[in-house]
């Protein structure tokens, strides 16, 4: 079987280039984020608990779509599920009406930084009869 997008082709993206280069100065993807973006040695001894930011390592994205990640350190420690997680995500989206969220989680297999919660979500303008959320992936409840 195919499907109309499997002829679509991908410009290459830089991020791969960049993931590359900034992973080669940690000993794994964990460390680097919790020093990038948490500014912290160790899950346990940062600060900061939930986190939004841009995606650096996105795809090249078109029509002003935006990426970003949402991180949860919380979640690794068992003091917060990750539904409950998802529903902190949820409410701290924008209530605006122009915008849709699209929200995705790896599956198991493909996360680069697995021990660490964190999703996905895309932030796109929103047509008429679109959804202000979206997901793309069912999330199975983790802890």
Request: contains cysteine; charged residues 30%.
């Amino acid at each position: 079987m195919t499907y109309p997008s499997d002829n679509i082709k991908f410009p290459l993206s830089k991020a791969k280039e960049r993931y590359k280069e900034d992973r080669s100065q940690f000993s794994s993807t964990e460390a680097m984020v919790l020093k990038k973006l948490f500014n912290a040695t160790s899950v346990e001894d940062s600060e900061q608990r939930t986190l939004s930011v841009l995606n650096r390592y996105s795809l090249d994205l078109v029509g002003g779509m935006k990426s970003y990640v949402w991180w949860d350190l919380d979640v690794i420690l068992q003091k917060k599920s990750s539904t409950k997680n998802i529903q902190e995500l949820l409410r701290s989206l924008p209530e605006d009406s122009s915008k849709t969220y699209i929200i995705f989680r790896n599956p198991k297999g493909r996360r680069s930084c697995p021990r660490i919660f964190h999703l996905h979500v895309y932030e796109a303008e929103r047509h008429a009869g679109e959804e202000r959320i979206a997901f793309l992936h069912e999330f199975d409840p983790e802890q």
